[in-house]
């Protein structure tokens, strides 16, 4: 699958102001999981309000019980504290990754910035090993760009 063939959808979702936040999010989780094969859980965590966590948003994937991630915490925590990108090829080779499931191999996170603050990120995990190259990345920073305008 080509990302760059995806972005027309991501944009028809976001420009769709009849839907509320949370369903366009949802339907951005469920374009990404169901067209690119490595992606295998997608979904969106955002800050807990005034709180140093962040809280599981709209997701398509296996259900998990990290639903709250302190900040410092996991590799989505982590990118809460970096605000970086962070692209994880083996997940078994970090000290500070939380598991969601046995079948993940690798994962990365891409914040959300509204006003020059992170307020959330996308989350990817694959079952594939190292699946992710720098057009995953240059793609989910196009998505998470564009999900901030729904945001602001």
């Known amino acids: 699958m080509n990302l760059e063939q995806l972005k027309p959808q991501i944009l028809t979702i976001i ?15 469920e374009v990404l999981e169901s067209h690119v094969p490595y992606y295998n859980w997608v979904g969106f965590y955002f800050r807990n309000g005034e709180k140093e966590e962040l809280k599981l948003g709209p997701y398509v994937g296996a259900p998990t019980d990290h639903t709250i991630i302190p900040f410092g915490k996991g590799i989505c925590g982590q990118v809460a504290v970096s605000n970086q990108n962070f692209v994880v090829p083996d997940v078994t080779a970090q000290d500070n990754y939380i598991a969601c499931s046995i079948t993940v191999k690798a994962e990365i996170v891409v914040p959300i910035f509204v006003n020059g603050e992170n307020i959330g990120q996308i989350d990817i995990d694959s079952n594939t090993p190292d699946p992710f190259t720098a057009q995953d990345e240059r793609f989910l920073e196009f998505v998470c760009a564009e999900v901030s305008t729904m945001l602001i």
């Open 15 to 29: 420009s769709n102001t009849s839907d509320s936040v949370d369903a366009r999010l949802f339907s951005i989780c």
